[in-house]
């Protein structure tokens, strides 16, 4: 069974610049999640979809930071304009069905904001 | 204001000994409880859970005890191996809130 995926692994952007990243799923997995992990820091939930519904955002920065999940598999989330402080790694997982269930975790996306 | 904690940054621990990492939360609405292992570079992987009518969830070398009275959980590692030492998450739920501690980083000496 293939996991979660995601890309780019790396990226290194100025701030003002926009990014975006990409998540595929595990397949059959109605629920994803998008999390925020500063260095020293457990991961934060930004965003949960359950098939292409947003089921939680309350704590995404919906000033700067968007995401979809487009027939309700891959998603992806931009940051448009980047702060330094958005430099963190970001997890995509995704799970079966509700909060309760496993999470599997891809292997995230270190960004960098100079 | 941090709904989980781990107040233990870091743990070293002997192999073939204990490792015990806890957990403290001081929501009483979450009702599930999960830990999660992450390795530098890849994501956290499931370790072991359990529900709020538990006190008590073993599976092989791993145990995880809950104290609802103290609001406090600790996994238990016996014997601890060098492939154990990694970052440690706790995590708690209710409903769609999913919440994650900030982390213990283990390492077992050979």
């Known amino acids: 069974e293939a996991g979660v995926a995601q890309s780019p692994r790396y990226k290194i952007i100025e701030k003002r610049q926009s990014v975006a990243f990409w998540c595929n799923p595990i397949s059959g997995h109605a629920t994803l999640y998008w999390y925020q992990q500063i260095l020293g820091q457990g991961p934060k939930l930004l965003i949960q979809?359950?098939?292409?519904?947003?089921?939680?955002d309350s704590q995404l920065p919906k000033d700067r930071f968007s995401a979809e999940r487009l027939k309700g598999v891959d998603s992806t989330l931009k940051i448009q304009p980047a702060k330094l402080e958005d430099s963190a790694v970001y997890l995509c997982?995704?799970?079966?069905?509700?909060?309760?269930?496993?999470?599997?975790f891809g292997p995230g996306t270190r960004l960098l904001v100079l | 204001d941090q709904q989980v904690k781990q107040n233990s940054p870091s743990l070293s621990v002997q192999e073939g000994r204990i490792s015990i990492l806890n957990c403290d939360y001081t929501n009483s609405m979450f009702d599930y409880f999960l830990w999660y292992k992450k390795y530098p570079a890849e994501g956290p992987t499931f370790l072991i859970s359990?529900?709020?009518?538990?006190d008590k969830n073993e599976d092989g070398r791993f145990t995880v005890f809950l104290n609802k009275s103290a609001k406090h959980l600790s996994l238990h590692i016996v014997p601890s191996q060098p492939g154990d030492s990694a970052v440690y998450f706790c995590a708690a739920t209710y409903g769609q809130n999913f919440v994650f501690g900030p982390g213990t980083r283990l390492s077992v000496l050979p």
């Open positions: 979809f359950q098939n292409n519904g947003v089921v939680d």
């Open positions: 997982a995704s799970s079966f069905g509700r909060a309760q269930e496993t999470q599997y």
């Open positions: 359990i529900s709020s009518i538990k």
